[in-house]
T-cell receptor, first 116, second 113 residues
């Protein structure tokens, strides 16, 4: 079974802090994604990566950056946390464009981040 | 602009009856659709998918129907069970070099025992 592990289930930080959310997958997936989930808004894509050191902006990248130094690890960085970044953050991974057909994404269990 | 819409935020169904969850989309370039199920405090799990070249895909109690002319898909669960109570998300993709999905806002299904 695919395992996507997010480093923290719950995190509380203060405004202005630099926050790191870590995600590791064990299935050698090329693609990795960061979403946030908010009530009434569903899952919104922040950033994704289709290869090591490659990244692309999703729909709501403002205030975030990412890092992918190794294939299995994808980090989301809140450069200067603000209260409107309080949310559930979900990491996902999938096989890449070279695989046969579309591939579903496999999700971690999420990090509930509160910014005070 | 919401390209994938789930207009019903919640749905309640009696155990044993059929649950029908609906999803509408606006982008005619979408060629692959998925349904995910999400329990509280867990990440979404993949349930079933359908390619745009098909109009139906079935997996056990779950069937997804695609109506391309109406830009509409639906998930049927028969018979519904209390363990099906969860939030269901539909997602769509248009291949552009990588598999990037756009998710709907979700429908919370409650199956009553």
């Amino acid at each position: 079974d695919v395992k996507v592990t997010q480093s923290s289930r719950y995190l509380v930080k203060r405004t202005g802090e630099k926050v790191f959310l870590e995600c590791v997958q064990d299935m050698d997936h090329e693609n990795m994604f960061w979403y946030r989930q908010d009530p009434g808004l569903g899952l919104r894509l922040i950033y994704f990566s289709y290869d090591v050191k490659m990244k692309e902006k999703g729909d709501i990248p403002e205030g975030y950056s990412v890092s992918r130094e190794k294939k299995e690890r994808f980090s989301l960085i809140l450069e200067s946390a603000s209260t409107n970044q309080t949310s559930m953050y979900l990491c996902a991974s999938s096989f890449g464009a070279g695989s046969l057909g579309n591939q579903p994404q496999h999700f971690g269990d999420g990090t509930r981040l509160s910014i005070l | 602009d919401q390209q994938v819409k789930q207009n019903s935020p919640s749905l309640s169904v009696q155990e044993g009856r059929i649950s029908i969850l609906n999803c509408d989309y606006t982008n005619s370039m979408f060629d692959y659709f998925l349904w995910y199920k999400k329990y509280p405090a867990e990440g979404p799990t993949f349930l079933i998918s359908i390619s745009s070249i098909k109009d139906k895909n079935e997996d056990g109690r779950f069937t997804v129907f695609l109506n391309k002319s109406a830009k509409h898909l639906s998930l049927h669960i028969v018979p519904s069970q209390p363990g099906d109570s969860a939030v269901y998300f539909c997602a769509a993709s248009a291949f552009s070099g990588t598999y990037k999905y756009i998710f709907g806002t979700g429908t919370r299904l409650k199956v009553l025992a």
